[in-house]
């Protein structure tokens, strides 16, 4: 890693009668330049601006459209026009005849001298002709590189998550991935991903967990299937909950001895240990993602590589004979993109989605749900209640109902079994304010007496009957983090420490039992500049219901087949 002194700066000073050497115009373009680039690499970041779509042309050639990006030194990389590549003759690609594989297509800052001129200065010294080039030609460079980078190349997916290659072998790349940050006592996932070169057979990983300071949720044990031959990359999940000491650190460990790849009837041990530690934080993740970020120093934030460049696709390539094709492109693997803030925020999109490739990236929150029912005495009214714990993204369900008396018999008492739980179910959604969906126009802010709908949500319980329960959340839209919930009316707590900065809302659940979704309607009274308002659900269902509920509509579908 090199680190880019950009600073301190020092600018020509001009006075009357100084003498101006190339020293003082070098100065002055260095000045400019090297300031520029100092704030194109702290507040924009590095990545594809607009274009540089790399886009399939036939079996061997691709085509670099025109488009703007900055790399890691805050440098412009500029393509005017787009231009159309051979792959097998581009910088960097091996021609060693094993074509089932991936390669990716690199971009780096190029400049050339142009304009070549006779400079009288340098005859003094030679005697021969001297040349100096009369212009600097600010260009790029397009190459191909066999390997995935490294992944402290990426300093904002660092920043948020460890991921570490468990195994690489025959075109198959594994990598195990892990928060930086937990909230201590919180839920969080863990992932497995696995990148494949096309035509792979089938895959079966299994690995041995070894865990300190946190818990998996089902056990030390785990097995993934990777199934089709067109699939090159795949992502699994599984969740782990973390010890409540913060303070501390967790660890999650990848054991040889129980770990292996299975390509298709090849076993592929895994060779080496790999432990990744995680620090069980007091605040929530994403303060403490923040606290390390604006703690950092000004040399680490200016670190580079020592050849900076850009991942613009990755080319999966088949071979055919003895020649190569290329399958299938993919832009940016690893999600090199700079977001215009504005636009994100006023398109309500103002939390930077995930790329595919980003291994990292933010993503929607886990809930942990807990229910549990309890006996009522029989003169008493049947209670729900709910609470959110929103620094462990945790739901605890009560269920109160009374009991039956004695030779009660109907009435629309309901006795639950011990033992007998409602299944449940919980997320979110993100409403957005300034489509106005009754004429069709864009409106710039949310206004009073306007309704709005989300997409149809499936709730995950199955068909049948369920009751759900919807919530407006305080969320400060920068760190989407949820401060509060309010449930029912809002009013109640108007005048108090505890009133909404949220505009006056009603929130309407439509079920729709056959299909096992429901929709959330939300109608503002009053007028807002928000461009969306986030909603927490959960949804709640009798076990005995979704089997009466499949029996029922078997039943209707069959009748309706037999008068059809």
């Keep these: 890693m090199q680190k880019s002194r950009f600073y301190p700066f020092e600018r020509n000073r001009y006075f009357y009668g100084k003498l101006l050497t190339v020293r003082d115009f070098e100065s002055e373009q260095t000045y400019f330049n090297d300031k520029r680039r100092l704030l194109n690499r702290l507040l924009y970041g590095t990545g594809v601006i607009a274009g540089m779509q790399v886009v399939k042309v036939d079996e061997r050639s691709f085509s670099l459209q025109a488009g703007v990006a900055l790399d890691h030194l805050g440098r412009e990389i500029v393509v005017p026009e787009p231009q159309t590549y051979n792959l097998s003759v581009v910088p960097g690609f091996v021609n060693n005849g094993e074509y089932s594989k991936y390669v990716y297509l690199c971009i780096a800052y190029d400049e050339k001298g142009k304009e070549p001129v006779f400079s009288i200065a340098n005859t003094t010294v030679r005697k021969d002709e001297v040349n100096e080039y009369n212009r600097m030609f600010e260009g790029y460079k397009v190459f191909v590189r066999e390997q995935a980078p490294e992944l402290s190349a990426f300093e904002h997916h660092n920043l948020a998550h460890t991921t570490k290659e468990v195994l690489a072998a025959g075109g198959i790349r594994i990598l195990h991935q892990v928060p930086r940050y937990v909230q201590a006592g919180s839920v969080f996932e863990a992932k497995v991903i696995v990148e494949k070169a096309l035509q792979t057979s089938e895959l079966q990983l299994e690995f041995e967990l070894m865990t300190k300071g946190c818990d998996a949720q089902n ?17 699994f999940t599984y969740q782990l909950r973390a010890h409540d000491t913060p303070g501390h650190d967790a660890t999650v460990a990848i054991l040889p001895e129980g770990s292996m790849l299975m390509v298709g009837n090849e076993v592929v041990k895994v060779s080496s240990v790999s432990i990744q530690n995680i620090e069980l934080a007091a605040t929530p993740a994403r303060e403490r993602i923040l606290d390390e970020y604006f703690a950092r120093s000004l040399d680490k934030a200016l670190e580079s590589d020592s050849d900076p460049c850009l991942y613009l696709a990755k080319i999966h390539l088949q071979q055919v004979g003895a020649v190569f094709m290329i399958d299938r492109i993919e832009t940016v693997p690893f999600g090199d993109h700079i977001y215009n803030h504005s636009l994100l ?87 957005l304010l300034f489509p106005n969906q009754r004429s069709g126009k864009i409106n710039p802010f949310g206004k009073a007496e306007r309704t709005y709908y989300s997409d149809e949500i499936e709730h995950g319980l199955g068909v049948g009957n369920v009751f759900v329960q919807a919530g ?32 006056k809302t ?28 986030r909603v927490r659900w959960w949804a709640m269902q009798d076990p005995d219901e979704q089997a009466v509920a499949r029996g029922r509509y078997q039943s209707e579908a069959a009748s309706a087949d037999d008068e059809f």
């Design 219 to 235: 056990g030390n044990k785990l097995a993934f299937k990777v199934q089709g031959k067109s699939e090159t990359r795949s992502e």
């Design 345 to 431: 925020t006023n398109l309500g999109l103002d939390k930077q989605p995930a790329s595919p490739g980003a291994i990292g990236g933010a993503a929607a929150p886990n809930f942990s749900v807990n229910s549990v029912a309890e006996r009522l005495p029989s003169d008493a009214d049947p209670k729900l209640d709910v609470a959110y714990d929103p620094s462990k993204q945790e739901f605890t369900f009560t269920l109160g109902v009374p009991e039956g008396k004695p030779g009660q018999g109907g009435g629309g008492t309901t006795v639950i079994n011990k033992g007998h739980t409602p299944k449940t179910a919980a997320g979110m959604t993100d409403i």
């Design 506 to 533: 009603s929130l309407g659940v439509l079920v729709y039992p056959k299909k096992g979704t429901f929709r959330i309607g939300l109608k503002l009274h009053g007028s807002t500049e928000m461009s969306k308002l």
């Design 472 to 503: 407006i959340e305080e969320c400060d839209s920068l760190l989407n983090q949820g401060d509060a919930v309010y449930y029912g009316d809002q009013d109640v707590f108007t005048g108090s420490d505890h009133e909404s900065f949220l505009p």
